[in-house]
């Protein structure tokens, strides 16, 4: 019996023992493709060898030093690769240990700001349903997943919601792709009216929503629109990419793709791929120039922040994946990947959408696909699903309550940058046989 607190406190997950590229071994020798990164994360696969040979170089000189004694060079190093990479002027790095760290930040941030230049009424958040922005309190506050939320709920406060931009599930049939944002862009500004302008701190969101709803991009022009009302009533735009970003969607940054430049970025996952644990903000000039002019701190912190190891983790992968220029690898592999999705599993009768960008895809599962209606979530399709390509030796991210928290079924896919097509057919694949296999059971119950 372990004495961990697994995820599930009724069973033990399967031993892991090594890991190469893009597949782990466990216990019992049996090797899994890894097409999933845990929950993308591990961007360059498993055992790098540049990656492990610089965390090794910076443990013999330096593990950890406390941040309020000192900084080290391999994070200074680190915050210069990621701001000279950013666009627009994201010219500051603040470093965590991970992704609901980065979101707790930069809601802090973002209220000092105000704080700072004289509009202490700001005290609102704007966010949209069915997101995730982390676990820690202030985490699930702005995050949409109910089903994450509910027993926490009496403790998070109050946040302002609107629609998510999912085309598949929410644009009329008498709607245009344009007039559909167009809709979502006019919900967003009547809430900002109703709640007063003045109040508003900032708007949150997924540039590319990830786990609640499987790897759905906005609509052309949402985004241009969000920055555009957030510019007019002064409200700050918070990107979360902690699992879309860092060249995830075939960009550095997903937003990119997007035409926009948010004013604080929030990354984690694609970071230090998994090598260490670590996260960061990214902040626009105007932000820290605030604080530098008023108090002079920024009155938030953690033990482990700036942590060295992390940073001599983060700057390899992040060094690597320029050098070998993988963001265009994740744009012709992604390509593939989006294709051979559409073209294998979208013939079957209970895959109602696939969709994605680069190398993060969703898969959503419908009892049918005319109505799009959901299988019952007493079902546990995607918990089967998972089961049954974890016995393939196929990892994927399987996960319910995609439309509201209780109902719905999706796969999220987001597999290292390193892929090769020959893994991407396997796992499209063994998509297709555990798919079939187990929504025909589904139908002849």
């Known amino acids: 019996m372990s004495q961990i607190i697994h995820r599930s406190l009724r069973t033990t997950p399967a031993v892991a023992v090594s890991a190469q590229g893009a597949y782990i071994t466990d216990i019992h020798g049996k090797r899994f493709l890894d097409a999933c990164g845990g929950a993308a994360v591990s961007c360059l696969g498993h055992g790098h060898p540049e990656v492990l040979a610089a965390m090794h170089r910076q443990i013999d000189q330096l593990a950890y030093a406390h941040t309020s004694f000192f900084t080290s060079e391999t994070v200074e190093q680190l915050a210069a690769q990621l701001t000279r990479t950013a666009p627009g002027d994201l010219n500051y790095a603040y470093f965590v240990s991970g992704g609901s760290e980065a979101v707790e930040t930069a809601l802090k941030l973002a209220r000092q700001y105000f704080v700072e230049i004289g509009q202490p009424e700001r005290t609102t958040f704007i966010a949209r349903k069915q997101s995730y922005h982390g676990n ?37 049939d008498d709607e245009s792709q344009q ?31 990830g786990a609640t709803t499987g790897a759905m991009p906005p609509t052309p022009g ?36 997007d035409g926009v430049v948010p004013d604080i970025v929030t990354i984690a996952k694609g970071l230090g791929g998994g090598y260490q644990p670590i996260g960061a903000v990214l902040a626009s000039e105007k932000i820290v120039a605030a604080l530098q002019a008023g108090s002079g701190l920024f009155q ?25 220029n993988l963001l265009a690898q994740v744009q012709q592999q992604g390509a593939y990947l989006q294709q051979a999705l559409r073209e294998v599993l979208g013939e079957l009768p209970h895959v109602g959408d696939t969709r994605g960008r680069g190398l993060f895809a969703g898969v959503e599962l ?15 399709l995607h918990a089967a ?61």
């Open 136 to 172: 820690t309190l202030g985490a699930l506050a702005v995050g949409g997943n109910e089903w994450r939320r509910r027993q926490f709920a009496p403790l998070l406060m109050d946040v302002v919601r609107v629609s998510a931009c999912n085309e598949y599930r929410d644009r009329r």
């Open 385 to 445: 699903i998972k089961a049954q390509c974890m016995a393939r030796g196929l990892m994927v991210y399987p996960m319910g309550g995609t439309l509201d928290g209780q109902y719905g079924d999706h796969i999220l896919i987001a597999p290292p940058f390193i892929v090769t097509r020959p893994q991407l057919d396997f796992v499209v694949d063994t998509l297709h046989q555990v798919i079939s296999e187990e929504t025909r059971k589904l139908a002849g119950r």
């Open 300 to 324: 938030h912190g953690h033990t482990y922040i700036c942590h060295a190891t992390a940073a001599a983790a983060a700057l390899a992968v992040q060094q690597v994946i320029e050098r070998d």
């Open 222 to 257: 949402y985004f241009q629109g969000v920055r555009r009302l957030c510019d007019k009533y002064g409200i700050l735009y918070i990107a979360d990419e902690v699992m879309c970003g860092m060249g995830r969607t075939g960009t550095l940054h997903a937003f990119e793709q």
């Open 179 to 209: 007039q559909y944002t167009q809709r979502l862009l006019k919900e967003l500004e009547e809430a900002i009216l109703t709640t007063g302008p003045e109040k508003i701190i900032g708007f949150c969101a997924e540039t590319v929503v």
């Open 366 to 380: 419908v009892q049918d696909k005319a109505s799009k209606t959901p299988f019952d979530p007493a079902l546990k």
